[in-house]
């Protein structure tokens, strides 16, 4: 088809939640539960004591998950922690590993039967998601911490920078994390020499890129935007006198000087004398067991029990269902196609789109819970090293206060950007976070990431926000399939190269039979999906699941289906696997 080569060939934007779920545990120490004390078996009270004890020990163990988990830990009884951004030794990541095996047995001694719906809903989740993550453990070297644009390098400073300060305490916590930044990173750095030992090491491609993410960061010391995002927000907090927060501002800088700035050099000169130890340019199936472990990433990123397989096959049955309209579309009305080149909408800014996103979902979904939100531009010198946008988990005990970043190196058009605030604020992460969290999600829930759910989730809504926008309905219907073809052929691409060992000679072929040939072009896509194994398919085949699911549940219901009833019990049953959303729904 060759319009898809017509159409918006910008790379699709790689958003990450930055919340506890997906990048703290998954950078800052793992997934660590420390179970203390005899539990009981069977009974409410005993599983809700377990679920809340968990919770408090998990997060109290990790000072970033805490401060990003509750603005007020003293509200869940959270009053004595050490400050530490967790244990990535390799002693500390067998530590995590034990741990996670002790919760697997915890678990297993409860009476499901003697558990309420809401009980066994949360007992389900966390039962499939440590299986998930044992399912990984059996490939401890395969995990990359220092991907260029989700790895903690990248992604760290945008996180020290939202850190949140409501009392003296939180300025004392986040200098204390700032002097650990250089034992920190060593910590990463022994496990990149660890993975270069093992024959697993990133690519000098990716490796570079690491490295110069590194160096624009320690450009400027004297002027690093960690000093004055600081100022800004030790500005706003009362009750600190002015010679206390002089003091605090010397302090940081002293910080940044001694702990921070060394930590990326050392990093980055760390990384340059591992250049060259990657034994592999392309897909993990190149590796011993990297077919294994890919498949293992898959279930977890998309919290499916489909095999790689059988999600190839789905994926291009999808597409072709999608192309299907869009020829449909373009043989009754070809001047579509001319006109989708030109398609503006007529917002006077970024802060219009998302009002009109939150007035126009409301025929589809649930009412909006009360909140705030803004919209906040990223730090030019992050710009070229962060995805195109991104949100941040809110806290659950301050939910109604959110962010929405966006990346200006990104050069959004006004479609693009609209669709973007979708996927971001409403109807999607912003939104779906505000409603798990206000419907009564509980806490130990909020801290299990799945990516096939929340980026599933607002993948689907960004291709109903095509409908939203104000534009006919063909073209609205043209833009959507084929944005959605466009996904499928990253997803495909990214399982090619992965399990099935495509590579450039595979990937140009496939990508020109749909009428893209630029060799660049598909040489910039191969490059991503060779940065983060297994990424893009937490969007399309969540957001494919959904539509399954969605489907599925019209052709039970017919005209009894009702959007805003189904959306709402997905969004009251929380971040989950599919098969229980599923089982939920249609049972």
Same mark, same amino acid.
């Given at each position: 088809m060759k319009y898809l080569s017509r159409s918006r060939m910008s790379?699709?934007?790689?958003?990450?939640?930055?919340?506890?779920?997906?990048?703290?545990?998954?950078?800052f120490a793992g997934l660590v539960f420390l179970i203390h004390g005899p539990l009981g078996k069977g009974g409410s009270t005993e599983f809700n004591h377990f679920l809340s004890d968990t919770f408090i020990q998990e997060t109290s163990s990790n000072t970033m998950n805490l401060h990003f988990t509750l603005s007020d830990p003293t509200s869940a009884g959270i009053t004595d922690?050490?400050?530490?951004?967790?244990? !990535?030794?390799?002693?500390?990541?067998?530590?995590?590993?034990?741990?996670?095996?002790?919760?697997?047995?915890?678990?297993?001694?409860?009476?499901?039967?003697?558990?309420?719906?809401d009980e066994q809903i949360v007992y389900d989740v966390l039962s499939d998601y440590l299986d998930r993550q044992l399912a990984l453990s059996d490939y401890p070297l395969f995990d990359e911490v220092l991907t260029p644009s989700c790895g903690a390098t990248s992604q760290l400073p945008i996180l020290l920078a939202e850190y949140r300060f409501h009392s003296a305490q939180d300025v004392?916590?986040?200098?204390?994390?700032?002097?650990?930044?250089?034992?920190?990173?060593?910590?990463?750095?022994?496990?990149?020499?660890?993975?270069?030992?093992?024959?697993?090491?990133?690519?000098d491609y990716c490796c570079r890129k690491v490295i110069e993410s590194c160096e624009v960061f320690t450009l400027h010391p004297d002027d690093n935007f960690l000093i004055t995002t600081f100022d800004n927000r030790l500005d706003q907090l009362e009750g600190i006198s002015d010679g206390d927060k002089a003091d605090y501002r010397k302090r940081n800088q002293t910080a940044i000087a001694e702990h921070v700035i060394p930590a990326y050099q050392n990093i980055a000169s760390g990384l340059t004398k591992l250049m060259g130890r990657g034994r592999n340019d392309w897909g993990l199936c190149n590796y011993e067991d990297g077919c294994a472990y890919y498949s293992a990433l898959v279930a977890y990123y998309t919290g499916c029990d489909d095999t790689v397989e059988e999600l190839f096959s789905q994926i291009e049955e999808k597409r072709t269902a999608d192309l299907a309209v869009c020829s449909s579309l373009l043989s009754e009305k070809p001047s579509l196609l001319l006109e989708s080149d030109s398609v503006t909408l007529d917002y006077p800014d970024e802060t219009a789109m998302v009002q009109a996103l939150e007035n126009a979902i409301t025929a589809d979904f649930p009412e909006v819970p009360d909140n705030n939100w803004e919209l906040v531009h990223v730090d030019p010198a992050l710009s070229d090293y962060l995805a195109p946008a991104f949100y941040i988990t809110a806290p659950?005990?301050? !939910?109604?206060?959110?962010?929405?970043?966006? =990346?200006?190196?990104? =050069?959004?058009?006004?479609?693009?950007?609209?669709?973007?605030?979708?996927?971001?604020?409403f109807p999607g992460h912003l939104y779906q976070t505000v409603c798990s969290y206000a419907y009564g999600m509980n806490p130990l829930h909020t801290l299990l990431n799945y990516p096939g759910y929340t980026e599933g989730w607002a993948t689907y809504v960004e291709m109903q926000s095509y409908y939203y926008a104000g534009l006919d309905e063909d073209m609205a219907s043209l833009l959507q399939h084929n944005q959605a073809v466009m996904l499928s052929l990253y997803a495909t691409s990214d399982i090619g190269i992965h399990y099935y060992g495509w590579e450039k000679d595979e990937m140009m072929k496939f990508w020109s039979g749909y009428g893209i040939t630029d060799e660049a072009t598909v040489e910039a896509i191969t490059n991503l999906i060779?940065?983060?194994?297994? =990424?893009?398919?937490?969007? !399309?085949?969540?957001?494919?699941?959904?539509?399954?699911?969605?489907?599925?549940?019209?052709?039970?219901?017919?005209?009894?289906?009702?959007?805003?009833?189904?959306h709402e019990e997905i969004m009251r049953i929380g971040p989950a696997p599919f098969e229980l959303l599923q089982k939920k729904l249609l049972d």
């Open positions: 790379v699709p934007r790689r958003s990450p939640v930055l919340g506890l779920s997906l990048f703290l545990l998954a950078i922690y050490d400050v530490t951004f967790g244990d !990535y030794s390799a002693e500390g990541r067998k530590s995590s590993l034990l741990a996670t095996k002790q919760l697997r047995e915890q678990l297993d001694d409860f009476s499901y039967r003697s558990l309420t719906e004392e916590d986040y200098l204390a994390l700032l002097t650990q930044m250089d034992t920190y990173f060593d910590q990463l750095l022994a496990y990149e020499q660890e993975k270069a030992d093992a024959g697993l090491f990133m690519s659950i005990d301050n !939910y109604k206060s959110n962010r929405i970043y966006l =990346n200006t190196a990104a =050069n959004y058009d006004s479609l693009g950007l609209f669709t973007t605030l979708a996927h971001e604020g060779l940065e983060e194994p297994g =990424n893009y398919l937490k969007y !399309y085949v969540g957001y494919m699941k959904f539509t399954q699911l969605r489907e599925a549940c019209e052709a039970k219901q017919k005209s009894a289906f009702d959007p805003v009833q189904f």
